[in-house]
């Protein structure tokens, strides 16, 4: 295993105050999206979406790494040319999404366990051999009640572990994801209490299957209210339970967190992830950044519609997202950024 490669991967996508784009919707996932705007289902959609996403001009300059799907990793622009060459060439790192998706899980209603350790090494290798980076797989929590239970967190720890160490022999740097969902009822309190429990039994297993932890990024997510909790929190609140469930349970060793969006609103995403690095950046032992999927692009998607004649204004918009969360991670997002976005 060649250790320094992969510490200087996960220190390069947590440096100069960029993040990731998650453009990694699995096919099913993405024409959900796209059905909900009236955008056609197909693969050649999907793929001049992607071209639109990652043609950006100037998208460097605020992301550091882009993480694709099987499918996407393999296609080309409309002119030919590889989508892993067009990121490189925008100095963008590409990484990929391994997992094959959370499925339920057999004696535990309710609860999910994700798949794709089988065959995982020889894909892995693949995936290395195509210019991939770093991988992803996402594990999936959900509060409610009695759940999560004991079996689910081991389960999908473990996992999470068993895919880090595969990726980190494969040359690869492991985003280790495990989301605990927002839908519910429960307290601000209460999914502080579940995240911390996760990542500390998360943190156990990949120590346990001897992970390098300065080679891997952890994305967690950060520690909100659920959806229908009649109590919600200020932006500061949220910023201080996060960081508070992150120092209690993340190593130090870990070079950077880069949380998910999990479906919060774009403008609520930049503004928490600017709370939390203008109240902890200078004391952080980690990078705080983001990894971003609908957080960035959902606005972009919304403008595209599926027409040719919306691609430069929605890329605009999802340059100005990019901004606004490179701008969060140094603690200089103000709601006035919104107000001069195209
Ligand atoms: P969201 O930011 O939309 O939650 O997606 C992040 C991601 O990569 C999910 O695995």
């Not at 609860?111 to 770093?134: H, K, N, S, V």
């Amino acid at each position: 295993m060649n250790e320094q490669k992969l510490i200087d991967t996960a220190k390069t996508l947590v440096a100069s105050d960029k993040g990731l784009l998650a453009i990694d919707e699995s096919s099913p996932t993405c024409n959900k999206r796209f059905a909900k705007l009236e955008i056609p289902q197909t693969e050649e959609c999907r793929r001049t979406y992607r071209e639109l996403l990652i043609t950006t001009p100037g998208l460097g300059e605020f992301i550091s790494g882009v993480i694709l799907y099987d499918e996407t990793i393999r296609q080309q622009k409309k002119d030919g040319t590889p989508f892993m060459q067009v990121i490189t060439d925008a100095g963008i790192i590409p990484g990929i999404k391994v997992d094959i998706g959370a499925k339920d899980m057999a004696g535990h209603p309710g609860e999910t366990i994700t798949e794709g350790l089988d065959g995982l090494r020889d894909r892995l290798q693949e995936y290395a051999q195509m210019g991939a980076r770093f991988a992803k797989w996402r594990a999936v929590i959900t509060i409610g009640a009695d759940i999560p239970s004991q079996g689910c967190i081991e389960a999908n720890a473990q996992t999470l572990a068993r895919y880090a160490a595969l990726c980190q022999e494969a040359g690869l740097v492991p985003i280790v994801e495990p989301e605990v969902l927002m839908a519910g009822a429960h307290t601000l309190e209460q999914c502080g209490e579940v995240t911390a429990k996760v990542l500390q039994t998360v943190f156990q297993q990949l120590y346990t299957q001897r992970v390098l932890l300065e080679g891997i990024i952890l994305k967690p997510n950060m520690v909100l209210p659920g959806l229908t909790c009649p109590q919600q929190a200020s932006v500061e609140e949220v910023a201080d339970a996060t960081v508070q469930c992150l120092l209690r349970s993340v190593p130090a060793a870990v070079p950077g967190i880069a949380f998910l969006s999990g479906g919060q609103s774009a403008e609520l995403a930049s503004a928490r992830l600017n709370a939390i690095n203008l109240r902890f950046k200078a004391r952080s032992p980690w990078a705080l950044t983001f990894s971003f999927a609908r957080a960035i692009q959902q606005p972009a998607l919304e403008l595209w519609q599926g027409k040719e004649s919306n691609v430069l204004a929605a890329q605009q918009v999802l340059l100005h997202r990019a901004e606004c969360n490179g701008a969060a991670r140094q603690g200089k997002y103000t709601e006035a950024m919104e107000w001069t976005k195209v």
